[in-house]
């Protein structure tokens, strides 16, 4: 078994051409999660929380945006938390914590973060343990400090256009497998698998995330994540940003 990760910088591209395929406007929603960071942040070093970070891309956005940020990355997968250590190496902390359980934040190397910041995560979690992350998410904010968290939020008073948009996104995918444009998620994950270094934490992956626990998405309208974060103690909430069928939440402490 190899000791180190080679080239996890093709790993981190290979990660966002795929996450590009199924979301083609990702790269939009990061750029105004780092402004929004931008405008609530005093000097070029805010301390930033990616919240379920995978691979670490917020965290070398966030990085490439601020140089001199501090940045943490909270996950649970191995195979994509091995990707960021050796991404970010000493330029950032990779935390392993179950989202899903409220001692998470005990786990964190400090608090009093100027933002968190989570896309295309939190579907995964059911209704109530999403509303009461949120309040545990504040607590770990300083005062003036943002939460930002981008998903599939779809706008409730569009039901129709939703679903073709839905649609369209789906054969567009298609079309860009089928031509070898993008790699597929399920390739993406036997590519992983297969790679000596990865392969033992893909079986550990497996243990961790179970099929059945992957088996169902969550996906309320934008409506409820900004209820959800008033009732939170946020002392401000609304949308950030919306691409399609999907939106980014942004609550201010």
Do not use: C
């Not at 989202?99 to 995964?124: I, M, N, Q, S, Y």
């Not at 129709?160 to 839905?166: A, E, K, M, P, V």
């Not at 079986?203 to 309320?220: D, F, K, M």
């Amino acid at each position: 078994m190899s000791a180190y990760l080679s080239n996890p910088r093709v790993w981190q591209e290979s990660w966002d051409r795929q996450q590009q395929a199924f979301l083609p406007d990702r790269e939009e929603r990061f750029a105004a999660m780092l402004e929004a960071v931008a405008a609530t942040t005093d000097g070029p070093a805010p301390r930033v929380l990616d919240l379920a970070g995978g691979t670490g891309t917020i965290s070398l956005r966030t990085l490439a945006r601020f140089p001199g940020a501090r940045v943490t990355v909270l996950d649970q997968d191995p195979v994509l938390m091995a990707i960021a250590s050796a991404s970010l190496r000493d330029r950032g902390t990779v935390v392993d914590a179950d989202l899903g359980d409220p001692g998470w934040r005990a786990k964190l190397p400090e608090e009093g973060f100027d933002a968190v910041l989570t896309a295309t995560a939190l579907h995964w979690l059911p209704a109530e343990r999403v509303a009461a992350l949120y309040g545990e998410v504040r607590e770990v904010l300083r005062p003036g400090g943002i939460f930002v968290n981008a998903d599939h939020m779809p706008e409730e008073s569009l039901p129709t256009l939703s679903q073709r948009l839905r649609d369209h996104g789906r054969a567009e995918r298609e079309a860009r497998y089928a031509a070898g444009a993008a790699t597929s998620w399920p390739d993406w994950w036997a590519a992983a698998a297969a790679d000596e270094f990865l392969a033992p934490r893909a079986v550990e992956r497996e243990r961790i995330y179970p099929q059945t626990r992957h088996s169902h998405e969550w996906t309320p309208p934008a409506l409820w994540h900004v209820d959800a974060l008033r009732v939170a103690g946020f002392s401000e909430a609304g949308v950030l940003w919306r691409g399609g069928t999907d939106a980014a939440v942004v609550g201010l402490r």
